[in-house]
């Protein structure tokens, strides 16, 4: 059985955790939009440091509106939106070595480099700070944007406007348009100079200098961005209307002969070696640079090779970040507990005596499965080696053996879920054990919730886990479509959410204003957020630009389920990636009625997009459906198909009527004799290129 905390202990934390976030909350408008402290800054950091063990020791804790939850996200709504024509995007991470070297290979296979052929790249440091895109025209700063989600950012001219390092005028002759990316950071010495300075004015001191940047450049009054010393390097380009550089390094130069400052110390690298070397070397230089870095970034040096590499979801292929080590700390493993999660699967997840590693105070790990449990030898009570990398989910790395207590016991995975207590199953060629109670397991039904409601799902800010869970538990929200009836449930006051613990006016009302703004959806995301087995965001997207309509989506899976071979079947499988597994999955789905249930209700709560090709719609092949054959000589399969869908065609595995071009190299097989045999046209590789616009 689970361990918990007695009853008494969980309750007395959760009034102290609310009335925290309540007084955080009210001192953080009276700081920032008052600008007229209460308490020093020494008694605010107190009481954020109390509500973040609250929060580490109990994350089910944490609500959508806890001031832990706005660092670095918008401070107020009172900025301008700022579109992206070129999105902003973020960088794989590459933590071992392997990593590294794999990087490097793949780059290698898709341009189908020969052995002999040199791969360069730009090493340099990765900045800790905020990335922000400068858009000059005719030489001039127009515009200061953030990142925001990539597409769409934050207006934040007049406060970088503030920052020295920012050229407001470009020297030499730079392209009549030219977005300049980089980052908004402090040095380390100002950093601590300021927030001394901020101590003895009362007011409350920053907790790094990531976080002061952030917070400095999101101030809605530019005069107080003008105190903070905020300074910006530049290091990649957004969008330009000339070409006036032919490689990374070349850009980073350039930038410089327009007044930019570039982050030193930079190199060029000429394999896998030399960059780890590179890696090595500013590891130990790291602590005594004037700015904080978190690891380096390698860039590709041929900016055609670039062009060719493109993106993949949302990083280029043609760059990648190479972290630091994960900080480690020794803690002791008080329990092992059993999640359940959305799908069924049980999770082992350690329960820690809380640490802090690198800033964070952790208390959970994932322990995987029963086999990682046996390869490490974990057993409660052991001191434990732990390690953080990034974002990622803090691991078990070994047991000091040295500190076991004789007798020990191991651990089982259970036989029954934990919540149920339906059977637990392993399912052939998995690790990991499944509860097979669906429908009657209450954590399934919460989690798939949790999912619904998610980031890169419906995105409804308000209903965080823990709401969800609470809401689940007293019946307010048993399925999705209820989500969108809570208001209607309030106003007959059988929710009567503002008189909950935590609950004001506000809050429930900004709850039903982010409820009502996502009762319209795009069809991708709505697929993603059913939380289909093995469907997530790339499939979703694939199986939304495939169908179009949710309507279609509908009827193509109900005829598919009805005639198991037919073409219906067949135009599923057709989709790049969704092999029979994935295709079971999805109709799985579909068999079960209390899901056609789910869709039809929300069906009538929401409006559902059709799918809108991404923007390239005036290239030759947008909204064409193109199949690739035989062996390509100019490029590999991956480039071809990534270059097709970058200019908006659709890139299928298999030939059928639908089919508008298949595109045959040498050797083409059965796919060739399919297009043939149904009339598609044939492209040679060449013609293809000449269709594309490729010289
Ligand atoms: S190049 C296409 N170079 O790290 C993206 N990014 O974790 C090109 N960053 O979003 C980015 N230092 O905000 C690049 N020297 C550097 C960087 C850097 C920090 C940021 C950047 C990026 C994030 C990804």
Not at 42 to 59: I, K, T, V
Not at 498 to 512: I, M, T
Not at 629 to 646: F, N, P, S, V, Y
Request: proline share 4%.
């Amino acid at each position: 059985m689970p361990k918990s905390k007695s009853l008494f202990d969980v309750a007395d934390a959760k009034k102290r955790y609310a009335d925290l976030v309540k007084e955080i909350s009210q001192h953080d408008v009276l700081y920032h939009q008052k600008d007229k402290p209460k308490i020093s800054d020494a008694d605010y950091d107190a009481l954020r440091r109390e509500l973040e063990a609250l929060e580490a020791e109990h994350p089910e804790f944490v609500r959508a509106d806890s001031p832990s939850q706005k660092v670095g996200a918008a401070v107020a709504s009172g900025f301008k939106k700022a579109t992206h024509n070129v999105p902003m995007l973020s960088l794989s991470n590459a933590f071992a070595d392997e990593d590294v070297t794999d990087f490097f290979d793949r780059v290698r296979r898709f341009l189908n480099l020969g052995e002999a052929e040199e791969v360069a790249v730009v090493a340099e440091p990765k900045i800790d700070g905020l990335s922000c895109s400068l858009r000059y025209e005719d030489g001039r700063l127009v515009r200061a944007a953030t990142r925001g989600d990539g597409a769409t950012g934050e207006d934040i001219t007049a406060n970088v406007l503030t920052i020295a390092d920012v050229p407001q005028i470009l020297k030499g002759r730079p392209p009549a348009v030219l977005e300049v990316r980089g980052e908004v950071y402090m040095r380390r010495d100002e950093f601590r100079a300021m927030n001394e300075r901020q101590e003895a004015a009362g007011k409350p001191a920053f907790a790094n200098p990531r976080n002061a940047a952030a917070g400095s450049v999101r101030q809605l009054d530019s005069a107080v961005t003008a105190e903070r010393p905020l300074h910006f390097f530049g290091y990649a380009l957004g969008e330009f209307s000339e070409n006036f550089a032919e490689s990374q390094s070349d850009i980073r130069k350039k930038l410089k002969s327009f007044g930019f400052i570039a982050a030193e110390p930079s190199t060029v690298c000429k394999s896998a070696e030399e960059v780890l070397a590179y890696y090595r070397a500013i590891g130990v230089q790291r602590p005594d640079l004037d700015y904080d870095i978190d690891g380096v970034v390698y860039k590709i040096d041929r900016l055609d090779w670039q062009e060719r590499l493109g993106f993949v979801s949302r990083a280029p292929r043609w760059a990648i970040a190479h972290k630091f080590p994960a900080q480690q700390a020794v803690t002791i493993l008080n329990d092992i507990l059993v999640q359940v999660g959305r799908t069924g699967t049980l999770t082992p997840v350690a329960e820690l005596e809380p640490i802090t590693v690198g800033g964070v105070v952790v208390s959970r790990a994932t322990l995987h499965n029963q086999d990682e449990i046996e390869r490490k030898d974990v057993r409660v009570g052991d001191h434990v080696v732990i390690q953080r990398a990034g974002d990622v989910i803090p691991q078990i790395v070994s047991v000091v053996m040295e500190k076991r207590k004789p007798g020990a016991r191991k651990f089982n995975m259970p036989e029954t879920c934990p919540v149920c207590g339906s059977h637990a199953v392993r399912e052939e060629g998995e690790v990991a054990l499944r509860c097979t109670g669906g429908l009657i397991c209450g954590a399934q039904a919460v989690e798939r919730l949790k999912h619904f409601v998610s980031r890169n799902a419906f995105d409804i800010e308000g209903l965080g886990d823990k709401i969800i869970t609470e809401f689940w538990n007293e019946g307010l929200i048993k399925t999705p479509g209820d989500i969108f009836r809570l208001e209607e449930k309030d106003r007959q006051s059988i929710a009567q959410l503002k008189n909950r613990e935590g609950w004001g006016d506000l809050s429930v009302a900004n709850l039903y204003k982010s409820i009502e703004s996502r009762r319209v959806i795009g069809l991708e995301r709505f697929i993603y957020a059913l939380g289909i087995r093995q469907v997530g965001e790339a499939t979703a997207k694939k199986l939304a630009a495939n169908y179009g309509t949710f309507e279609n989506w509908m009827a193509m899976m109900q005829t598919a389920l009805q005639e198991p071979e037919g073409e219906a079947y067949t135009d599923l499988l057709s989709i790049e990636d969704i092999g029979p597994s994935v295709a079971g999955d999805v109709l799985a789905f579909f068999e079960e009625k209390h899901n056609l249930d789910v869709l039809q209700d929300l069906g009538r709560e929401l409006t559902i997009n059709p799918y809108v090709l991404p923007k390239a719609g005036n290239t030759p092949v947008a909204g064409k459906t193109v199949v690739f054959t035989g062996t390509l000589a100019q490029m590999t399969r991956g480039e071809a198909k990534a270059r097709a869908e970058t200019l908006g065609a659709k890139v299928a595995g298999s030939v059928s009527k639908k089919t508008d071009y298949v595109v045959a190299g040498e050797d083409a097989g059965s796919k060739l004799k399919d297009a043939r045999a149904l009339g598609v046209t044939v492209l040679s590789e060449q013609e293809w290129l000449d269709l594309i616009g490729v010289a």
